[in-house]
């Protein structure tokens, strides 16, 4: 597609039930992010993927979150045994090359998806 | 830690004025900065960058300014338009933490016809 696709668009679950999000970056994009936005917040950097490189987890706040990115694409964020403070919108981002050492690296980012945990 | 913030965090002026939204950062390191639109309900829309070797840059109705000595990041919009009300984020990427972008807290723009 053209943007970034990010699905389901809105989600309601149960306090303890286990969520999947999902996004499908740009085609070409090596670079990968997800970030978490709380109502009327910043966001908040989760985690990001570079070419086949290990991930950077160091934003996930916890063990119950977890993310991976299948043949350097489609990236799938996991939270098991939601709680309510996991409510928020999950954005991810995709990037053409990665921020590094003096090089620009505009993110084009998603609709989110907007995780509510009752 | 060090972080980026706002120092507005509601901003409303006249259709036609113009718009200044501040940004302070606290990273010395700092060497790339960008600020991002968001309409509500969207995600956030890049709207112009600098580096860290540059104090300003303009694009179409905006233009960005950066004070590296008191670390201060600006973001003018020119004859400001209802289309610009959004919540406005700053952002900053420094070469000592890692490759992601850092956001400030956001000013939300109201712009009154």
């Known amino acids: 597609g053209a943007g970034v696709s990010q699905s389901p668009s809105n989600k309601v679950t149960e306090k303890g039930k286990d969520v999947e999000l999902r996004c499908d970056p740009i085609s070409g994009h090596t670079a990968l992010y997800w970030y978490r936005q709380s109502l009327g917040q910043g966001l908040e950097f989760l985690i990001y993927?570079?070419?086949?490189?290990?991930?950077?987890k160091s934003g996930l706040p916890s063990d119950r979150f977890s993310a991976e990115r299948t043949g350097g694409s489609v990236s799938t964020l996991t939270i098991q045994r939601t709680q309510q403070e996991d409510s928020a919108v999950y954005l991810c981002?995709?990037?053409?090359?990665?921020?590094?050492?003096?090089?620009?690296?505009?993110?084009?980012f998603g609709e989110g998806s907007r995780l509510t945990v009752l | 830690g060090e972080n980026v913030g706002l120092h507005l965090p509601t901003l409303s002026v006249q259709e036609g004025d113009n718009s200044i939204i501040n940004c302070a950062y606290s990273?010395?390191?700092?060497?790339?900065f960008i600020w991002y639109k968001q309409e509500s309900g969207k995600g956030p829309q890049f709207i112009i960058d600098i580096r860290s070797n540059m104090d300003k840059r303009q694009g179409q109705r905006v233009t960005v300014l950066l004070n590296k000595t008191v670390k201060h990041l600006s973001l003018q919009i020119a004859a400001t338009q209802p289309g610009d009300s959004a919540v406005y984020f700053c952002a900053e990427k420094s070469n000592n933490a890692g490759n992601m972008l850092t956001f400030g807290g956001g000013t939300r723009l109201m712009v009154k016809p």
């Open positions: 993927f570079q070419g086949n490189s290990a991930p950077d």
């Open positions: 990273n010395s390191a700092s060497d790339y």
């Open positions: 981002a995709s990037s053409l090359v990665l921020l590094a050492g003096g090089d620009t690296g505009e993110l084009f």
